[in-house]
């Protein structure tokens, strides 16, 4: 089974809307974390946003914030006020407690591909 | 304060040669981890390495793959006698030993077998 599912393959948002990109994570781990990367055209991986599993509040950064809902297993990513340099792939990851030999590896999605119109 | 820096950014190699990436973590960073981004995938998991050690290799190839991370010097990842199936990007990324679930990424090396 899929441990990260990002059922969008593309988005399409008008400029200064908000956006929610879709995920879903499959886990038995009681602790674990949940990370939103950005991948634009030029390739680089860049951190967005964090929450952990015991984390009482959604996170926010800035224009991001992170909509978990436990019990579903879900952990969304709202763009809110979405700008043209939003375009680009956005990645969901889990860090699992213990996945392999104490590793904090990361396990990804595959992405959803977000293009902003002006 | 330099990020995770990786050389060469894009690597062309013919079939049967090998390739060496390298990676540099971010100043005071123990530990680093290996991914490999297939076009149109996400990234996998390949390897975790501190200083002088492999601690988890669960996702590497068991054949013609292998990775170091010396005490001196960059993180090498070697992949011997290269197939187009390599063609990839491969990321690097750092963490401190005191957040170690905190992953850096570097910008990746582009890998073309032809």
Redesign the interface.
């Known amino acids: 089974a899929q441990k990260?599912t990002q059922t969008q393959p593309g988005m399409f948002v008008q400029e200064k809307e908000a956006v929610t990109l879709d995920c879903t994570y499959d886990t038995s781990d009681p602790s674990y974390?949940l990370f939103w990367?950005k991948q634009p055209s030029s390739?680089?991986?860049?951190?967005l946003i964090?929450q952990g599993s015991y984390d009482q509040q959604n996170a926010t950064e800035g224009r991001y914030s992170l909509n978990f809902q436990k019990a579903r297993k879900s952990a969304n990513l709202v763009i809110s006020a979405s700008q043209l340099g939003d375009s680009a792939m956005y990645?969901c990851?889990m860090?699992e407690a213990y996945s392999?030999?104490?590793?904090?590896?990361?396990?990804?999605?595959?992405?959803t591909k977000l293009s902003v119109i002006p | 304060n330099a990020g995770v820096m990786q050389n060469p950014r894009h690597l062309v190699r013919r079939r049967g040669q090998e390739a060496r990436l390298r990676c540099s973590p971010m100043k005071g960073h123990s530990?680093v981890?290996w991914?490999r981004q297939l076009p149109?995938?996400?990234?996998?998991?390949m390897v975790?390495l501190q200083k002088e050690n492999i601690?988890?290799e669960?996702?590497m190839p068991k054949e013609r793959f292998s990775a170091e991370f010396p005490k001196e010097g960059p993180s090498i990842l070697r992949i011997q006698q290269v197939v187009r199936g390599d063609s990839a990007?491969y990321?690097c990324?750092s963490?401190p030993a005191s957040v170690?679930?905190?992953?850096?990424?570097?910008?990746?090396t582009?890998l073309t077998v032809l």
Do not use: C, N, V, W
């Not at chain 1, 392999?100 to 992405?111: C, E, I, N, V």
């Open positions: 990260i974390g990367y390739g680089e991986m860049i951190f964090y990645f990851a860090r392999g030999a104490g590793s904090y590896q990361l396990t990804f999605g595959k992405g | 530990h981890y991914y149109e995938e996400g990234l996998k998991f975790y601690i988890d669960s996702g990007a990321f990324a963490s170690p679930d905190t992953q850096y990424f570097g910008p990746g582009r």
